[in-house]
């Protein structure tokens, strides 16, 4: 029962943070649609059990799908003038990019 309770809190901390970047990734009017389509990419590999893909696989790939976002977040917002509206939207996007990259690397560590 427990490991079961895992398992969901797991989940809802990994659909928390696609959507996290997607809200983020929605929200910034300057960033690129890179953003936008990476956490769309994300969000499915998330909320979608693919059979075609191995569970260690799918892990790995939402691994370094989000650690690449969480660099390009940090790149956007050292390049930023000043801290505006956009930069904010970033860092929830970036929030959401650092959780996705923690439980997907402890959920490949795991397997």
């Known amino acids: 029962m427990a490991k079961k309770a895992a398992k ?3 989940n809802i901390l990994e ?3 696609a959507a996290l970047i997607l809200i983020g990734a929605l929200a ?3 960033g690129s649609l890179a953003f936008v389509i990476v956490g769309l990419v994300l969000f499915t590999v998330q909320l979608f059990e693919m059979p075609a893909l191995a569970p260690k696989k799918a892990a790995l790939f ?3 799908l989000s650690a ?3 660099i390009a977040a940090v790149t956007q917002l050292f390049q930023a003038k ?4 956009p930069q904010v939207f970033l860092l929830i996007l970036l929030i959401g990019a650092i959780l996705l990259t923690v439980e997907s690397l402890r959920r490949y560590l795991d397997q």
């Open 68 to 70: 690449s976002l969480t």
């Open 82 to 85: 000043g801290f505006k509206a």
């Open 28 to 30: 910034v009017k300057d």
């Open 62 to 64: 939402s691994t370094v």
């Open 8 to 10: 969901t809190d797991l």
């Open 15 to 17: 659909l928390g943070g």
